[in-house]
């Protein structure tokens, strides 16, 4: 990454990355135990055609990397309720994603409620997406901490996350904004769905 405002860290100690892997799955169970937090996530999953083609953004089925078997299936049977939909996600992310990952990543910066920071963040994992894209590798976003730590500034409550999240980083003064893990994919995931240029383009 050329942006000096982002930090990158890679986490592939097999303890430390067992210690981080067990702060998301701690943060994955902190949100689907949070209505509001199960609530807001469960609207950004869609299953159906029309809901797809209606908002063209999201989490699909199809970019799960999940076999073709249980993806033509999974679009057969009635869509998952909230609690189940949760379930799954939390026990995918603590015995299929955060123990097969060889690498545990996240992206720093100053100041993360800064809005240039948080662009700029975005930026770089948009760049980093594509090179490990280009050299063959996977990448997943894990953000779960992240999304904890702003959680609890909503509420007022005490903050877990954050320190935690700030002794892998190892960095002073700088932020965890962005979580993820990377390696290489068993098989490859479908497409997301896109936006046409004239829907995201202001005259």
Not at 10 to 25: M, P, Q, S
Not at 135 to 149: R, T, Y
Not at 162 to 190: H, I, N, Q
Request: hydrophobic share 45%; with cysteine; aromatic share 6%.
């Amino acid at each position: 990454m050329d942006d000096e405002s982002v930090r990158a860290v890679f986490v592939t100690d097999k303890v430390a990355r067992g210690e981080l892997g067990a702060l998301i799955v701690a943060a994955t169970i902190r949100i689907v135990g949070d209505p509001q937090m199960s609530a807001d996530s469960a609207r950004w999953f869609r299953t159906g055609r029309r809901d797809i083609a209606a908002h063209r953004d999201g989490v699909t089925v199809d970019t799960s990397g999940v076999s073709p078997f249980l993806t033509a299936t999974s679009k057969m049977l009635p869509d998952l309720d909230g609690k189940s939909a949760d379930q799954y996600w939390l026990a995918t992310t603590r015995d299929t994603e955060v123990p097969t990952a060889p690498v545990l990543g996240m992206l720093l910066v100053r100041n993360r409620l800064d809005m240039r920071s948080a662009i700029a963040a975005g930026r770089a994992w948009q760049r980093l997406h594509l090179a490990l894209t280009a050299a063959s590798l996977a990448a997943q976003p894990l953000n779960q901490p992240v999304e904890c730590v702003d959680r609890s500034a909503m509420l007022g409550g005490p903050d877990n996350f954050g320190p935690a999240m700030a002794k892998f980083a190892g960095m002073p003064g700088w932020e965890p904004t962005f979580m993820f893990r990377l390696g290489v994919a068993d098989r490859a995931a479908g497409p997301s769905p896109r936006r046409s240029l004239d829907e995201v383009l202001i005259p």
